[in-house]
């Protein structure tokens, strides 16, 4: 993942930490470390907008659609690839965490403007990413601090993370901070 590329002390790093852990603490009361930083990290990792779909298919094409992502998953039931299938339901939480959470327009506009065309049009992000995070809750990750149990707090409270994240996203919006401001335009133009 990206985390690496950014130092611990670059200041996209620092603001989204903080964003995290104050609207997660003051605005929701729920002060979880674990899971701020967490999900600064993923905020971090998606300000780069080619993590969106980072994930490949077996022919090595970017996966861009949440529809593709679950058809993915579906192909390991014949296999024992047991750590590609933690990566792709991981992966699908923290999309579907991230979009339902800074871009919920995005998807309100899939679903009211017709775009049948589209792959996810009919589905439900937030069913979606609780039950990968829910799957991902089963493994135990390469990392250390991505415990069971940290996914489990993900897909327990997966709808309070999206609104801790609208909460970040409306502080982004009063900061007019330009990578989130070119996130959105790519998103939503």
Not at 6 to 32: M, Y
Not at 170 to 189: F, G
Request: charged residues 25%.
């Amino acid at each position: 993942m990206m985390e690496a590329s950014i130092s611990k002390h670059h200041p996209l790093r620092q603001l989204f930490g903080v964003l995290t852990e104050k609207n997660f603490a003051e605005t929701l009361g729920w002060a979880d470390f674990n899971v701020t930083h967490y999900l600064a990290n993923l905020l971090v990792e998606f300000a780069h907008v080619d993590q969106l779909h980072c994930i490949k298919s077996r022919q090595g094409e970017s996966i861009e659609s949440v529809v593709d992502l679950l058809f993915e998953t579906e192909s390991f039931e014949d296999t024992l690839d047991v750590e590609r299938e933690r990566v792709v339901h991981r992966h699908i939480g923290d999309l579907t965490l991230f979009m339902a959470g800074l871009f919920p327009e995005y998807l309100s506009r899939i679903k009211a403007s017709g775009l049948i065309h589209h792959k996810d049009f009919l589905v439900d992000y937030v069913k979606a990413g609780k039950r990968s995070y829910g799957i991902v809750a089963t493994y135990q990750g390469e990392e250390p601090q991505e415990t069971p149990a940290l996914f489990q707090k993900l897909s327990a409270n997966f709808e309070l993370c999206v609104t801790g994240l609208g909460f970040v996203r409306l502080d982004l919006d009063r900061m007019q901070v330009p990578s989130y401001r070119k996130a959105k335009d790519i998103l939503l133009h």
